[in-house]
């Protein structure tokens, strides 16, 4: 179970999406996923100059003695871009460890508890009329959670909403400029919520990603006016770095709290796990060092009441996507798993086993993630530079995007 090959694939089939593929010299293939949005090549690189060439020789199956190699050995620690690849590297090797036992990922990790995953979907719109037609519509598809974001009236344009057709932040040669204003949102937040309420009732969980722009105080106040909703989680109130802050919050609504997806190591998210700050952890298996060291974080999550939530834009790939909803499956603390639909063309590129019905996700009994990359399709998608958008305020400073 030698490790061969280990090769770096950075295509764009819709959006960039960055692929590690390990060989084993029996002829295994592994597949991971190593896409960092807006800073793509900066993983590639790490992989191919400085990992790619140390995984050769190595045993596929020491999955965790190559996480702390990897991690441990460079000295350097943490960061998106270096725990990202190391994610890809040990999704690619539970790969492998699944394909050569002929076992899914999941009964590697312990087996199911679950029978499916509950996902929530994606709606939003450019007025509220709008934000309801989107909502009703992921209601009729079987959602049974839906996260709702909309344009906030005075604003030119707002995080989460697309003018047209599915959200997706990236473009462009250079960053997109979008604006802010506190006050505006502040205002119109409760609205929102209440339109959805009153049109669907209580019974679809509703969540909203505020995307870390709120002071304490203010994140407090949207909690507050927020609490007649019934909101599954308000998501990321206030800049992800600050954990102290969260206190704050916590103390002053019940509204639950999830945050999470920009954190990289367990120690970005532990006290805000061992304080009970918070109620959803949202790393993600790319940005958090593959599935052995999200399950750490999920498992010290569980001692403290905390659940889980992953991240789960369309900027991770379909790679992401099957080994979260594999973790999803066997942890006990498990909350909710967030879904978004790829690209059209991601479908050419990547063949998943992982299958929606009535409100879950079950990733397939195939041995390994159940994803087949096609490096052959990949390659008709060249890479294309995009870059997420920068936020500032109506003064014209820089605000948190
Ligand atoms: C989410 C996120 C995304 C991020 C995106 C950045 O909750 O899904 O906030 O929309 O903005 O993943 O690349
Ligand atoms: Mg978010």
New binding site residues.
């Given amino acids: 179970m030698k490790i061969s090959d280990a090769r770096v694939v950075v295509s764009s089939p819709g959006r960039n999406y960055v692929t590690l593929v390990i060989e084993t010299g029996d002829g295994v293939i592994g597949v991971g996923d190593a896409t960092l949005?807006?800073r793509e090549l900066a993983v590639a690189a790490y992989l191919r100059d400085h990992v790619c060439p140390l995984l050769i020789d190595r045993d596929a199956r020491r999955i965790t003695d190559t996480w702390e190699y990897l991690y441990r050995g460079a000295y350097w620690r943490r960061g998106p871009v270096t725990m990202t690849a190391i994610a890809a590297v040990d999704m690619a090797l539970w790969d492998i460890v699944g394909k050569s036992a002929g076992l899914p990922v999941h009964q590697l990790l312990g087996g199911a508890v679950r029978d499916g995953v509950m996902v929530y979907g994606?709606a939003s719109g450019t007025d509220l009329d709008a934000l309801e037609a989107d909502f009703s519509a992921h209601v009729d598809q079987g959602y049974l959670a839906v996260?709702a974001q909309c344009a906030i009236p005075g604003l030119d344009s707002t995080?989460?909403v697309s003018k047209s057709g599915a959200?997706e932040?990236?473009g462009g040669s250079r960053p997109a400029q979008d604006v802010w204003d506190t006050g505006l949102y502040l205002d119109f937040a409760p609205k929102m919520m209440a339109r959805i309420r009153d049109s669907f009732g209580d019974r679809v969980h509703l969540l909203h990603?505020v995307?870390h722009r709120l002071s304490p105080i203010e994140a407090a106040r949207l909690g507050r006016s927020l609490e007649p909703y019934r909101m599954f989680w308000m998501?990321?109130p206030t800049p992800a770095e600050d954990q102290s802050a969260f206190k704050i919050i916590r103390e002053a609504t019940t509204t639950p709290i999830a945050v999470g997806?920009v954190f990289n190591s367990i120690w970005d998210c532990q006290e805000l796990i061992t304080n009970r700050w918070i109620d959803y952890i949202?790393t993600s298996v790319t940005h958090a060092g593959g599935i052995t060291h999200l399950r750490r974080i999920f498992s010290l999550a569980e001692l403290y009441g905390v659940r889980t939530g992953s991240?789960?834009?369309?900027?991770?790939s379909p790679i992401a996507f099957a080994a979260a909803l594999h973790l999803d499956l066997t942890v006990p603390n498990f909350g909710i798993q967030?879904h978004?639909n790829h690209p059209a063309g991601a479908e050419q590129v990547f063949d998943t086993s992982a299958e929606f019905r009535d409100g879950y996700f079950h990733p397939g009994d195939e041995p390994g993630l159940g994803v087949t990359f096609d490096e052959e399709a990949a390659a008709r998608f060249p890479y294309n530079r995009k870059y997420?958008p920068v936020n500032r305020r109506l003064d014209g400073s820089v605000h948190d995007?």
Avoid: I, V
């Fill in positions: 949005n807006g994606h996260r995080y989460g959200y932040p990236a990603d995307h998501e990321d997806e949202r991240h789960g834009p369309s900027d991770l967030e978004m997420l995007w």
